[in-house]
């Protein structure tokens, strides 16, 4: 309670204070005490969390295509291929989420990542009943399988319950982008990041990357001159002129709902680079139409010409200034918002370095089936006697392993070989034509 003035000296004099106030004899509660601030760490927890909860909710409702095809004698004969289907992306999706879950740091709060490691485990048995598609399988073992999803604990709700036991978690988890917040009680700093500024924050900054990107994009990363990627050169070519139109059609559709902060230069930073998109993207091939598939068809020297006039038409997007960072913060709320929004570096924060690597880049560790280590270029490895080979560029780490290629970006991870010798490569960093790379073998 708050009482100003002469009031004030009335209750003095009446020997009452502001402390002991009752209402019908009954002393009023304590207050409830303030919501902590959100961290960067717990926000980046929380997206990553709901990210893999989401697409595990998704692998309950696959079975729908499946029952729809046995419903209708019309299409009898394609159920075994629907079966097939749904049993294939069940088994590969649970093996995506529990990815997904290995690579969330703990969150230090007990019940969170009691959540997270009992999801893992429910994937784990969920991807023991999948049998192997190589042989037919009847519709009772598809719905078994569906009936083992539909069951798959803890859920989204056991993930409120236990964001709710920490209070700190809590003020993360509301404000985390892709995350349905969970009631919290008590007074909040007017400075406390908002879910719609973590939001707009998180997109700006990924958009603003990806914009860096497109503009720093040069033929020889595209399509290596090394012989031993030459095959794949009209394919990584052809690949990138038919989706650049693309890419800039998706950065707008990022960009355009993304509703005003407020902030006068935030404002206007995504207004001009929503502009600046825009106007390049009637210079770039049509994603649609005939035109790309005749890409196929053109050989690496016809290819090049064409990928550099795309590449000199993305160096022509204006990024505005002020930039980003500076633009954020100009505002309080939104300076703290933009700090704990994952894909945004802190303000004031040094540039990242790549993390050391564990066996650093002596490549021959490799030879035991694991290894930590740093690559840069082209080079040649060897793990548990299977030879292959990885190109580094400053967006992207490339694996040739006889006759295929795998593609990965920073965080993504590819497997070859053959059953009962695969090898598991995850690119952990990518910066500036480096790459520290995990690689294990199963």
Known sequence: MRVRGQAAAAVALLGFSAAACTTGGHALPAPLPAVPAATRALVGWSVAVCAAVTAADGLRTGI????????????????????????????????????????????????????????????????KKVPPTTTKQPLAKAREVAEAATALKPTAADLQKAVRGDAKLNASFNVAPGCAPVRQFGPVDAASPTPALVTWSDAMCSATASVTSLRAQKLGDIASDDPRFASFGGFELGNFIGSAGSQVEQLTATLTPLAPTGVKEADAYRTGLLAALQAVAPKLPSTHGQGMADLSFQSVDQLKPQAQQVIDVLATITVPTPDLPTAAGRSKVLANSYNVAPNCRPLGSPPPSLPAAANGTDLGACQAGKCQVQVSGVADVTVSGMPFTVSVSPNSVRLRQDTGEIVLGVGGSGKFGTAGHTVSVRVTALLDGQAVLDISTE
């Not at 690579?103 to 490691?117: C, E, N």
Request: proline share 5%; glycine share 10%.
């Open 64 to 127: 729908d295509e499946v029952n729809h095809t046995a419903a209708d004698p019309d299409q009898a004969n394609f159920l075994d291929s629907s079966i097939d289907s749904y049993l294939s992306r069940t088994g590969s999706g649970a093996e995506q989420v529990r990815g997904q879950l290995k690579d969330v740091p703990p969150s230090g709060v007990k019940g969170a990542d009691a959540y997270v490691a009992s999801l893992d485990k429910a994937l784990g048995e969920l991807q």
